[in-house]
């Protein structure tokens, strides 16, 4: 693991303390982050007083929450990002931090990270976008805004170094020291193990303030029970509150653990083929999306959004009378179509990134 610094103070600031004789780290007092070794790593080591931009991000429709993604807007937004993306000789580094924070809202891991790294060329892009993937600052909030006691925080998982089959992942850790909510000050860490999923958050300096974790899961994968300082929660998925504090031993450190087992797919494997010749035979046979009822919205702006890239025949419901050739057929359950719809919109950003 590779210890680098993310500072955004202005950079006179630090000059004026090293002239006082005072470290760069207390000089900027800003977070330090660790990050597995790769690319993502490489490119906040060069962090290091880049200034952060500060114009708001892209005004997604429905703000990028959960519930925006059950309406065609935001799956259109997608698409065209992708397309441009895919058509643009160049990569635009505003352009990745928008579909990296839209792989973040709908639980793609990689490839918001993925993303993260292709906004090398600006800086300041890197520096704003960073807290959104880690540690998971509200994706509606403006580029380097304080957070405030109570924030609700959903961190990624951590970067993987290459591109692996989907189910697959490496065990990894990912620490922020020096964050600051409200008026305190904690460390963040996230481990990634081959059987579960532990944040752990410590209280460092500062007043007590309270925050809010949101479990992540790898892709493929299911939490199925989860922990607070080690007592057993009723339920999964939902948001954890804590109150992190100086004043008590029970509130100076918490874990929060959630173990996770393997989920069944109608059609796993699908993001494993050949990109080329998976997209040319889609073109010629089409899609049918047979979606839970729970799903049907999804599914509609899924298929717009597909057809809005690569002209692909998309059709909802059983059947799809008049073909000579059956196309291919998407199973949306409820149980699994959402990571289903993730593996989805995965495969056609490599699919359009490959052309």
């Given at each position: 693991m590779t210890k680098v610094k993310s500072?955004?103070?202005?950079?006179?600031?630090?000059?004026?303390a090293l002239a006082a004789g005072v470290s760069a780290r207390q000089a900027t007092d800003q977070p330090i982050y660790q990050l597995p070794d790769g690319a993502a790593a490489d490119l906040v080591s060069e962090l290091d007083l880049a200034?952060?931009?500060?114009?708001?991000?892209?005004?997604?429709?429905?703000?990028?929450?959960?519930?925006?993604?059950?309406?065609?807007?935001p799956w259109i937004e997608w698409a065209k990002l992708v397309r441009?993306?895919?058509?643009?000789?160049?990569?635009?580094?505003?352009?990745?931090?928008?579909?990296?924070?839209?792989?973040?809202?709908?639980g793609r891991h990689e490839d918001a990270w993925f993303h993260f790294v292709e906004?090398?060329?600006?800086?300041?892009?890197?520096?704003?976008?960073?807290?959104?993937?880690?540690?998971?600052?509200?994706?509606?909030?403006?580029?380097?805004?304080?957070?405030a006691s109570g924030v609700t925080l959903r961190p990624l998982l951590p970067p993987p170094t290459e591109r692996l089959p989907y189910g697959s992942f490496d065990p990894a850790t990912l620490r922020v020291d020096q964050l600051a909510i409200g008026p305190a000050r904690v460390s963040f860490e996230l481990d990634l193990a081959r059987d579960g999923v532990?944040?752990?958050?410590?209280?460092?300096?500062?007043?007590?303030?309270?925050?809010?974790?949101?479990?992540?899961?790898?892709?493929?994968?299911?939490?199925?029970?989860?922990y607070l300082d080690w007592?057993?929660?009723?339920?999964?998925?939902?948001?954890?509150?804590?109150?992190s504090s100086p004043s008590s031993e029970t509130e100076t450190e918490h874990s929060y653990w959630g173990r996770f087992s393997p989920r069944e797919l109608a059609w796993p494997g699908i993001s494993d083929v050949d990109s080329e010749s998976l997209l040319a035979?889609?073109?010629?046979?089409?899609?049918?999306?047979?979606?839970?009822?729970?799903?049907?919205?999804?599914?509609?702006g899924l298929g717009l959004a597909l057809g809005e890239l690569f002209g692909i025949e998309v059709s909802e419901g059983t059947e799809l009378p008049g073909r000579a050739v059956a196309p291919l057929v998407l199973r949306l359950s409820?149980?699994?179509?959402?990571?289903?719809?993730?593996?989805?919109?995965?495969?056609?950003?490599?699919?359009?990134?490959?052309?």
């Open positions: 500072t955004l103070n202005p950079a006179l600031a630090l000059v004026l200034k952060v931009w500060t114009r708001p991000f892209r005004a997604w429709p429905g703000d990028l929450d959960d519930a925006g993604w059950d309406r065609v807007e441009a993306e895919a058509d643009s000789e160049f990569s635009k580094p505003l352009r990745r931090a928008d579909l990296a924070r839209a792989a973040a809202a709908t906004t090398k060329s600006e800086r300041s892009v890197s520096a704003a976008l960073l807290p959104y993937l880690f540690p998971g600052v509200p994706l509606d909030s403006p580029p380097g805004a304080p957070l532990q944040i752990d958050v410590t209280h460092l300096s500062g007043d007590s303030v309270e925050l809010a974790l949101v479990m992540a899961t790898p892709s493929g994968y299911a939490t199925t029970v989860e007592d057993r929660l009723a339920d999964v998925g939902v948001a954890r509150t804590i109150r035979r889609l073109q010629r046979i089409g899609i049918r999306i047979e979606a839970a009822p729970s799903l049907e919205a999804r599914a509609c409820e149980e699994s179509g959402e990571a289903g719809l993730r593996i989805v919109m995965g495969l056609a950003e490599r699919l359009a990134f490959s052309r």
